[in-house]
């Protein structure tokens, strides 16, 4: 439409004549008659406004809202007296015409009259019960800067409606961050914790449990998980959630807990089988011996059988015989019966890519590829297809083939898993990064050699291999990759001394580096947790919060710091 054109590039001499045209043909349409008074403003032709806003309330006296027009246009003359007389007038057609709420209340809003619009809304609100403009009021306290106000306003709503916690969590958690410490986080839980004190009910508990999860409080949340499950038993869905989202988080202690308390309040073999499987997971992790985990596997499959049920526990227990047990021969026979008993093409596909991944393993790299490949084209666009192709790009790029695996990578640049998506993003940065001074690739070839001994557990290889790169290739772009990766394995096989030396290589290489805070946040961590040195911990976390305070780590080190510092936390 042309009149809005003009409108929107500004040219409102132009859309005024349009706009006044359009509403003396269509006078009932107040999309034009807003335009046009719009324009008037624009253009300071007060008069304009004022005999066109008298004109229409004489036509159509219910119009009541257009006094709020009238008065603005009176503000903008700085004749605040007729401005205020003209609100009030607006508020008092409320009482006669209280549907009215909303376009008065929006008026006042767009006008940005927020304490007017506040009048309007809660007047309503008072005149008629049945009224809800609490979003409405919550947002203008927010756009006030009224917090605490605006988050009051929202826990009204689910005062009045529990069904309302979806949609506050998400107006909400515009404000929340993940730092416990966040003044915005300690006002909501305050006002959450009030609440709960003078009314008990679920939705309080849902909310705190929501507000510790943002925050990495995986404990405090579960608390809260516990209270509601004893309120209503019959859901788990939940803690197993949080239990999850522990365990990624890497709180094992806390996903233990989650997993374990499911196990004693269910008799469903579908869930026992998923927590179970979680907690051998977390054994893993935790590096609990081999024949000990190896036990838990064997009582499992005596408990509950070798069937489509435990099909999931069996593809994991070959991911342990292969990488943890180095017995990969095992662990195709173990994927080759379980790809019988699957009982969909989703679970065949996840079966087929750890068969892959086993072959690889093994350096059988094409056996591997046609078998990732083929569930690429079995499932396209679903996340396990995507997870196969990444698959692809990393044994091609395993086996020196950078041009092929970034053809791969660049699919996968807006895969719908963010993991995915980020984990495609980091090794077409390493193959980028690391060809532009090397045509050959050699020092490329050479790290990606090193990467491959360390997926296939050659610890001490990868270690030496790496080695080459930094004896051989000092000042080249990879540098601070070796570093880092030779850092990491360092860890795995218990040399923290060399960890930390690597860690300090990296710091002192370049300030400005992407794996600098990286290093730092490790180093840090190394002093906290295997060499016993909470000072020097204490002082690279500081680090963190002063140096790179747009670092992921941030919150974490942040958090740490006041744990070695001595501050309570709550």
Known sequence: MLAYQYFRNGEYEKAAVLYKSLHEKNAYNTSYLTYLIDCYLQLEKFEEVKNTINQQLKSYPNQEYLYVDLGYSYQLQHQQEKAELNYKKALKALEEFPNLGFIIGRSFSDNNLLDYALKAYKKVMRLNKNANFNFQIAAIYGEKGDIESMFSTYLNLIDLNENYVPTVKSYIGKFITDDSENKYNILFKNLILKRLQNNPKNSWNQLLSWLYIQQKDYDKAFIQEKALFKRNSSNLN??????????????????????NYILENTHDVPTTLNAKLYLLEISLKTKLPNDKIETQFQN??????????????????????AFNKNQPNKAIIVLKKALNLANNKFQKGSIKIKLADVLVFTNKFNTALIYYTQVQQDLKNHPIAQQARFKIAQTSYFKGDFKWAQTQLKVLKNATSQLIANDALALNLLITDNAVKDSLHLALKTYAKADLLAYQN??????DTLQTILNKYEGHP???????????LFIKTNQFKKAESNYLQIINLNKEDILVDDAIYNLAELYENQLNLPNQAKE?????????PSSIFLVDARKKYRKLRGDTIN
């Open 238 to 259: 939940n803690l197993q959630t949080l239990g999850k989202i522990s365990f990624e988080n890497k709180d094992y202690a806390n996903a233990t807990k989650c997993f």
């Open 300 to 321: 499992l499959f005596s408990e509950f059988g070798v069937n489509s049920e435990t099909v999931n526990i069996q593809v994991f227990y070959a991911h342990f015989l």
């Open 458 to 463: 050659q610890n001490f290889k990868a270690i």
């Open 478 to 488: 990879i540098e601070d990759e070796a570093l880092f990766k030779q850092a990491d």
């Open 540 to 548: 690279y976390y500081k680090k963190i919060i002063f140096e790179y």
